[in-house]
Every structure is written in C-alpha cells, then in structure tokens.
C-alpha cells in the first residue's frame, strides 16, 4: 500500500518531462509518438478529446428524447394491444403494487441516464473554467459516471427477454417498441463520451489556469 | 522499429487516471500498489494468479458456450408454453430495423465476453508457461481491455431477475438448465476480472523474447 509513496509533493509525469501509454500504462519520454509495447497511439493531453466528448454527449441526449416518447413494450393480449412508454411502463407496474420493480426501472432508465448526462457535461465544463468542486471528488463522480453508464443497457435486456419468453400464440404476446432501439443508441453513445474524457485534464485544471493570466 | 530512438522508462510507474508519477517499487505478492492522489489500484501481483486466471477462462468458456444453447427460461400460462434459451433473448428484436439491436444484444451479453476469454486465454497461456509472448498478444491484450466496458453478461443477469418479477403474476415462470450456467457465469467473470494485475501482464508482454 505504501509502496509507491515518493517524498513531498506528488508530481505529474508532464512536469517530469514522462508520458504514459493510455492502454498499457507504459511511461515513455515526452515527444514520443506511439508506445513500443501496445501499439497504442501516446499523446501528452488529447486537446480534441473535449470536442468528441461534447458531440457524443448531444447524440446521446437526441436519442434519449425518442426513447422516452415511442412505446417501449407493445403487449397484445386477446383483445387488446397495449403499448408502454418507459415512465408509462413504471406506472402501470406501481398500480399494480410492485413498488420495487417500478423503482429499479425509473432509477435505471430515467433517474441514472438524466444525472450522467449532467455529471459528463459538468466534468467537461469543469475542465475548462474554475471549478468549487475538489479534483478527487470530481475523479469520483467520473469513476462513477464511468462505472454506472453500462448498467442502464439493463432496461434493454428486461426488454429482450420479456419479448422472447412471452411469445404465448393467442393468449398474449409482448414485443420491443421503437423505444428499445433509441434507448440502446442512447446508452452506448454516452458510454462513448464518458470514455473519450480524459479524466487526466481533470487533474491539469489548476496549471491550465494559472497559465491563463488574468484573463477574466 | 525496437532500435527507434525513446526508451521506455522503467524506473517510473504513472497513474493512468490522474498522470500521478511514482517510482517504481514493485509490491510483493499479495501487497498493492496505490495512486496516492486518487486510489486508483496501480500494481496487484498474486502468486499462482496467471494459472487461476486460465482455469477460470476455460471454465467461463465451457459456461457460455453452454448458457447460450441450453433452455434458460420457460413461460406457461394455462396450457400455452414456451421455452427461450439466452440466443433467443438476445435474438428478440427481430422487427425490421431493431434487428440492429438483436445483434448489439447478442454480441453484448454472448459473443464479446466470449471473445475477451478467448484473447485472455491466448495472452495468458504463454506467460504462464514462461515461453516467449504469443505474436500480436500486446494488441490481443489491448483489444481484451477496450472490450471490458463492453461485455455485459453481469447486467443481463439482473436484467433476468427485473423482467421475472414483471411477469411472475402474469405467468408461471421455469428455470432452465441454462439459467444456473449463467448465473455461475457470472461469478466467474466478475471473480476473473479483479484477479487480473493488468501491469504485471504488460510488464510480460514487453519483455523481449527469450531465445
Ligand atoms: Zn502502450
Ligand atoms: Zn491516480
């Protein structure tokens, strides 16, 4: 655990003129332009990667308006054809008296989607101007952010399984809805933008702006 | 391209979330290694872990390969029944451009957590046995980590349980041979993702070949 204490200060590999390899974590000397070990290409920051976060961020967020307003579960009994929404669905399910459910589904699709959005644009303006919010904590909320996004694919797989199991001939039949595509589209996409954040700036922040001047 | 100019410096070990630089002091097996900045997790050697970690692979191999064929679930409703195996699941969004789905949930929950055992499989086996590392197993192991995020057999196993309350009232409800497989699988793939040092496996894979 202490073992990779150094004395004093903790330094960054850039103001040790070092660089390491995103993927392998082989540290190579700055200027160097891919790592001998991986392959892998070895840049110092990722100046573009703010902008490909921001365009994944907003195509994720396009996608997630469609899967909120097409049905996501089309349930054809004997005489009738039901089609849920994803709130419309948790709902139903809180009538029915399944609280528990109803709430996994809510937090899972709308609660946890709806705050990774603000969490990735948050991280990605905080990089970029003076942020009241400690670096550490911030490297928490990525951490999260990065940990939790994959975990919303779930309503997808309830979706697929639902639809495969309850194939019943006449009797009821449930099938995905427009929804189930958008959503999926929706959850990869800020996947993506959590993953091309650099959470590296988060720590180059202060020497950003000392180096700003008094620009404001 | 070994003869290019930069060497490696292997005296230094940098956080690769936060850019913290250390001095490389290699822990002792069972100790770890820690960014003191964020707490990212830099070096965990474990004694006996590249052997573990195969017989881990193989099981979770035989696991898949047996998850996705035999029946998983079945449905009855009065005299109506139905019996789905994992492919079927993954395979239900067959209407028109949602096929584009089925295949995504397929590839999610089956065929990539099957492809990073097989890349892990092929990295691994020849470090163990102390043989020079197999050709192209630096970009074998490079291609298994971006996968990691990816590979989403744990979430699918939650999403079984979500769905078998929605419609326990709806229908009785079976479980398959399959459903067990998978649920073991699922141990499996979280027990083998913390067992791997991935610096100890790259420290490996960038030794020169020994004659
Ligand atoms: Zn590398
Ligand atoms: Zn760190």
Redesign the pocket.
Known sequence: MERARQAGEILNARDLGVVACTRCAQVWPIGTRACNRCGHRVYHRDVKSLQRVWALWLVGLMCYIPANLYPMLRTRTLLTVQESTIVGGAIELIEYGSVGVALIILIASVAIPLAKFMAIAFLAISVTRPSTVSKNQRQLLYEVVEYIGRWSMIDIFVVAILSSLVQLNVLVAISPGPASLFFALSVIFTMLSAQAFDSRMIWDAQRWRKGKKDHE | MSASAANPREDLIV?P??D?AYALVRPAPGERAV?H??H?VLITPRRKAGVQIIALSFAILVLITAAAIFPFLSVSVGGARNTVSVLDAALAFSDGPLIVLSLTTAALIIFIPLTRVLLSLYVLIPIVLDKPPARHAAQAFRLAEALRPWSMAEIFAIGCAVALVKISDLAEVGFGPAFWLFAGLVVLVVVQDNFLCRWSVWNALGKPAKS
């Open positions: 956080c979330k936060c913290a960014c900045r964020c990212t």
